[in-house]
């Protein structure tokens, strides 16, 4: 039953370092006010108001991110590097008879030395990239691509290819200065299981700080290393109060190796994310829907089969037999597989939708009939600037141009729905696929608004006429890059997604911008209240 416990991490790592993606925060570029596109900015209590806004989803990013950090230290835990040291670091600091406040003062001190060096490596983090460069990662094509390398990389190491190692001289040093004795030894016994561990930690925690990094908040790889390094010290301070509890922990074997392969293919799975990425912005069209469907179908597949035991790597013990543990894991990974499959022909399949190219990357989707989904309500049928670069939502035709949008709205006498959107937002998929669908909303949208959507990441270059360069030297090159100004300047955020309702005379919120809303009777609500302040 506890090794259940313990392997039940597996499956709460990768669903929380998703979670840690939240908010989706594109790089913000600024511009001239020369162009027609750049509006002046709203008035101040507007711009106070999206401020507020726009920092809410950050608070909440921060919490998803030291949450991710605690089920990749609990998952580090687990592996054949740092679980079996757990009785021999306990063991020194209750042996010689010492009083057990003595054992636990040592024990606790230990443990927060773990955290004050993990802590600091995520603040060096931090320190050399800066605010910025963290904020252009989630949507840089180079970054993206270099992430999916690297996950590549760190799956390889969990499935057995090699093992990434730090220099022994540094091991040895550590270990040499940990006999000292006294806080300066327990700080070198902390260093020392920090390096001597980095074959096993370093993928997750590499994984750990791409994640945090790409959501673009400051403090996010501190905070990543915080709740990492938590979750790995509360158990040696925890056993060393109560060593009579380190005999249920189950002992150590081929099962601690098995860990570190499950965790293998789920970096593998997530690397995926990062080179869809890169697909989406650049426009190659490459990484489609289906394909990227099918990968994660094999991956999850050969998981399943690695839990029966019908598939073996190098460091791999002898399976006599498939315990209930493993079966119950096998038969989560085989179910999760089966679910993903009618999604190869349109199935919106929800709960994973966040994560998954857009549908309008279907190339076969019988839901639709003919590949896409039918647009419902009043909409506009011409073509629009930039309908050949972008894919349409499914059920939506939506203008990707300002301007353009703008000057059919004050036509048709309609307000404006902007969707501040990005190729690499999660959550932007995720209304998309989960709560534009619902029929109050999608019938408010295509009928009383002109919806224009602008992708504040996209790489494609504007026309030379658009060109420009800022008073403070920054280059406006790339479409993204002009929309990213358009949503700073006048709107006072970054995040994305974010949903303004306009005026399209006054060119001013009709109410307070939104961001993500997964309940579709709220999202409604929220579109309804800009229709009442519109009409009146």
Known sequence: MKKIIFLLFLFITPVLFAAAQTPDTAGVAFSSDTTATVVKPAAKQTAETTIAK???PEKRSLWAIFLAGVAGGFAA?????????????????????????????????????????????????????????L????????????FFLLLVAFAASFLGAFEITLPSSWVNKMDANADRGGFAGLFFMAATLALVSFSCTGPIIGTLLVQAATTGALLG????MFGFSVA???????????PSLMQSLP????????????????????SLKFLSNVDLAYHWHLFDREVFLVLWIVIAALGGFYLLGKLKFSHDSEIKYVSVPRLFLAIIVFAFTVYLVPGLWGAPLKSVSAFLPPMSTQDFDLSSGNGQGAVTGSVNT?????????????????????????AYAKKVHKPVMIDFTGHACVNCRKMEANVWPDPQVSQT??????????????????????????????????????????????????????YVLLDPEKQEPLVTPEGANYDAAGYAGFLQSGLKAYHQ
């Open 54 to 56: 726009a920092a809410r």
């Open 77 to 133: 835990l687990l592996m054949p590097c740092i679980f079996p040291m757990l009785p021999l670091t306990v063991s020194f600091f209750t042996k010689g008879g010492e009083k057990k406040g003595g054992a636990v003062g040592k024990a606790s001190l230990y443990g927060l030395f773990i955290i004050v060096i993990y802590v600091v490596l995520g603040l060096i983090i931090t320190v050399i990239f800066g605010a910025d460069a």
């Open 382 to 406: 011409v073509k629009h600037k930039y309908a050949d670069l972008f894919d349409k939502p499914k059920g939506f035709d939506p203008y990707f141009d300002y301007d353009e949008g703008l």
């Open 221 to 224: 790889p501190a905070i990543g």
């Open 135 to 146: 904020n252009s990662l989630s949507t840089n094509g180079v970054f993206n691509f270099f």
């Open 445 to 498: 949208i295509n009928q009383d608004y002109v919806l224009i959507q602008l992708y504040v990441d996209d790489k494609t270059d504007l026309a030379a006429a658009e060109q420009m360069t800022t008073p403070e030297g920054r280059a406006i090159k790339t479409i993204g890059n002009k929309w990213s100004y358009l949503q700073t300047s006048k709107f006072a955020a970054n995040s994305q997604p974010f």
């Open 251 to 270: 002992k150590s074997g081929g099962w601690l190796n098995s860990v570190k392969v499950v965790l293998g293919f789920l970096e593998l799975a997530l």
């Open 232 to 242: 790995l010290a509360i158990p040696f301070a925890v056993f060393a109060m109560f």
